[in-house]
């Protein structure tokens, strides 16, 4: 079968690469990084307040070396969640997204997929210009800002923004090729790739499959950085059979505000769902973090989103029902104070809380609901690095 074909041959080509030309362990450099939140997660709701133990994770290997005329990097990208997180998913008031047990999730946020990256990209130089070429059997297309997990501005912040999936959702995708090219600030990419969120089983590697395709224009000066891409997703979520097509920009900033370190990210994120009366949503983000001294960081999040709440469920195949939306506005506000900091990493306590805003169709369910996270937060030291 062509997905087994295209399985094999995302093996054959991380395989090979891995072993290609006269390598010796000393050709490579090999880094690593990671986070780990372990903490408790309080969501108040009216009439159903429900709470969480848990741990948000992730661990990379990102290994470098020069192959031929070009550089060659391999990336491999794990999380624990299936045994860190509830199975039906985290606690987190108005996120949907993916499902569980053949139900759309809400009000939770689903584990990551135990393989969250796996792949190798090829970079050639050249005096004015640069290619790229990628082939990740677990990846991300040339969609959207970096996921909010390798952002700087979301590192300390436990909580997936719900704006996630207008903007990053793709982060894990089964089976992507990605072609670009670099000149001076500017970086134009496109992929193909697999346009189906993951199913709930989240140990396993899901058949690559080839369907959807997406563009990006990205930009780099200094310490900011800019997108605008496109993507043509092919039925992402089963319980809404239908194409999306999804738009999105954003500008980051990773540098200092006076002499401490300040990170931020605005960006925007539509999407428009085939055959949908009214499938046009739009979504907000901006978020920072802030270094204020050696030991202590301020971190926040503003998000403004239009989301299916009341109406989330299953539409039939060719059935062009309308949509309700709801419109919600959250503002995070948090803290992380490190207990040990060294050139092996850091460990930190923090908490945050989250306050709501909401149109008046779901204030009868959900009015005054706010929530928490009171966590010690793991992160490798500086010398990590930190894969976009």
């Not at 969480?52 to 990336?75: C, H, I, P, Y």
């Not at 891409?229 to 990773?254: C, K, N």
């Not at 030991?295 to 299953?314: C, D, N, P, Q, W």
Request: aromatic share 12%; proline share 5%.
């Amino acid at each position: 079968m062509l997905q087994n074909r295209i399985r094999f041959i995302g093996f054959a080509i991380v395989v090979y690469c891995a072993a290609a030309g006269r390598a010796s362990a000393q050709d490579w450099t090999w880094t690593t990084d990671a986070s780990a939140f372990f903490g408790y997660n309080y969501q108040q709701r009216k009439f159903a307040d429900f709470s969480a133990w848990e741990s948000q994770n992730w661990f990379m290997l990102d290994g470098t070396r020069e192959l031929d005329s070009g550089r060659l990097s391999l990336v491999a990208m794990l999380s624990l969640e299936p045994l860190t997180v509830n199975a039906a998913g985290s606690p987190q008031l108005f996120q949907t997204g993916e499902s569980y047990q053949r139900q759309p999730l809400s009000n939770n946020q689903h584990p990551h997929d135990l393989f969250m990256a796996l792949g190798a990209t090829y970079r050639v130089e050249r005096p004015r210009l640069a290619y790229l070429f990628g082939v990740h059997l677990v990846g991300s297309p040339a969609l959207g800002p970096p996921a909010f997990m390798h952002r700087e501005s979301a590192r300390d912040n436990p909580q997936v923004p719900l704006t996630h999936h207008y903007l990053d959702s793709t982060h894990i995708t089964y089976g992507v090729l990605t072609a670009g090219v670099q000149t001076g600030a500017f970086t134009f990419e496109t992929s193909a790739f697999r346009g189906a969120e993951p199913d709930e089983n989240r140990y396993n590697i899901e058949a690559p499959r080839l369907d959807s395709y997406s563009g990006r224009v990205g930009w780099t000066k200094g310490a900011w950085q800019a997108q605008v891409s496109a993507g043509h997703l092919h039925v992402p979520e089963w319980f809404e059979p239908y194409d999306e097509t999804r738009l999105t920009a954003s500008i980051g900033f990773d540098g200092a505000m006076g002499s401490r370190p300040f990170s931020a990210l605005l960006a925007w994120g539509e999407n428009r769902q085939e055959i949908v009366k009214n499938g046009v949503s739009d979504s907000f983000l901006l978020e920072w973090d802030l270094r204020a001294t050696a030991m202590t960081s301020f971190y926040g999040r503003a998000e403004v989103a239009e989301k299916e709440i009341l109406g989330l469920g299953f539409h039939p195949f060719g059935f062009a029902h309308p949509h309700l939306y709801s419109h919600i506005d959250a503002l995070t506000l948090g803290a992380v104070r490190d207990l040990v900091s060294a050139s092996g990493g850091r460990i930190g306590v923090g908490a945050d809380v989250t306050l709501y805003h909401m149109s008046p169709d779901v204030i009868d369910y959900w009015g005054g609901s706010h929530s928490y996270h009171v966590f010690l937060r793991l992160r490798p030291g500086s010398t990590a690095h930190h894969h976009h």
